[in-house]
């Protein structure tokens, strides 16, 4: 009985201290004692390089980029569905130093497979109801996307990390 109270207070002791906390996705890399500013403009530009930005804000520290197209292995047998990579940098000042987190999601479009007809969705005992463009509505193609996140570039994160350091840090051979 000693024995499972002790687990119970050290299964409840460890809930408490590890919390319930998310880490953010992606790669994050402290630039060192650097100027604020100096870290984000040299993080916008380097942003730049590899996304068109869409967004950049230096008083929160996000910098965020427009989708890019980008060939991807098909995750189908047969098709693969349009995929796209979205970016964000955010520069924050732990401490003395500055930290730059970097996400780059891989994303694939899922408007084409929620369209596909779903077994059991329809009896076929009735006549249709409704056209396409009463199930559609009245919306343009940007608005029936579908998109979703897939996984990480983690390689592309670490690349654009990399080159904010060596901007920042121009003696560092790193």
Known sequence: ??????????????????????????????LGT????SAFAA????????????????HTGVITSRPKSVEAPK?????????RQVATLRVR???????VYATVALQ???????????PGADNYDSVPNQTPAER?????LEQNESWRTHGYAHDVERKI?????????????K
């Open 1 to 30: 009985m000693t024995r499972h109270v002790g687990m119970v207070i050290a299964a409840v002791a460890l809930c408490i201290f590890a919390g319930c906390n998310q880490s953010i996705p992606g790669t994050s890399r402290s």
């Open 34 to 37: 650097v100027d604020y500013t």
């Open 43 to 58: 993080a916008n530009e380097t942003m730049a390089q590899y996304f068109s930005v869409q967004a950049s804000n230096p």
């Open 75 to 83: 995750e189908r047998l047969l098709s693969g569905s349009p995929a």
């Open 93 to 99: 000042t732990e401490g003395k130093a500055v930290v």
């Open 108 to 118: 694939r479009q899922g408007g084409a497979v929620l369209e596909q007809i779903r």
């Open 136 to 140: 559609a509505g009245a919306t343009t």
């Open 161 to 173: 990390l990399q080159d904010i350091y060596r901007s920042v840090n121009p003696k560092a051979s």
